[in-house]
C-alpha cells in the first residue's frame, strides 16, 4: 500500500456512516536508524467531516499566518480528528475497483476521536 491509496478516500464507522475523508497520514519514527532515518510506522488518519483538502500544515495550534488562510483553512476542517491505525478496520483495496463500497476506510466499533493538531 502507498499513501496515495488513502488520501481522500471516504472513511465510514462500522455501522456504514459516512464520517468524512482521509486528508493526513501521521507516521512515527521509530526504530533503530538506518543509513538515513528511524523506520517510519503509520500511527493514524487524520479525517475530515468537511472538506477533502489537505490542512497544508496549518493544523499545527500555533501557526497563526498568513491571514486569512489560517483562519479559513482552520474553519473548512472543523471537526477533524486523528483516528489510530489500530481502529481501522478496513482499508481499500486498490486492485479491486469493481466494489464501490471497497474504496471506503472503515472504522472499528468504538473507535476514539483524537485531536488532529500537531
Same mark, same amino acid.
Request: charged fraction near 25%; hydrophobic fraction near 40%; proline fraction near 8%.
Given at each position: ?13 462500522? *455501522?456504514?456512516?459516512?464520517? #468524512? ?28 467531516? !468537511?472538506?477533502?483538502?489537505? /490542512?497544508?500544515?496549518?493544523? !499545527? ?8 488562510? *489560517? ?7 472543523? #471537526?477533524? /480528528? ?6 481501522? *478496520? ?11 463500497? #471497497?474504496? *471506503?476506510?472503515?472504522?472499528?466499533? #468504538? ?8
Amino acid at each position: 500500500m502507498i499513501a496515495s491509496d488513502l488520501l481522500d478516500v471516504p472513511v465510514l464507522d462500522d *455501522a456504514g456512516t459516512h464520517l #468524512g475523508w482521509v486528508v493526513d497520514l501521521r507516521f512515527v519514527l521509530d526504530g533503530s536508524p538506518s543509513t538515513y532515518l528511524a523506520g517510519a510506522r503509520l500511527h493514524g488518519l487524520v479525517v475530515s467531516p !468537511r472538506t477533502r483538502t489537505s /490542512f497544508l500544515g496549518f493544523e !499545527r495550534s500555533d501557526v497563526r499566518h498568513p491571514w486569512p488562510v *489560517a483562519p479559513l483553512l482552520r474553519w473548512l476542517h472543523r #471537526g477533524t /480528528f486523528l483516528v489510530h491505525w489500530p481502529d481501522v *478496520a478496513r482499508v481499500p483495496d486498490s486492485q479491486d475497483d469493481t466494489d464501490p463500497d #471497497g474504496r *471506503a476506510v472503515t472504522l472499528r466499533t #468504538g473507535y476514539r476521536r483524537y485531536e488532529p493538531g500537531l
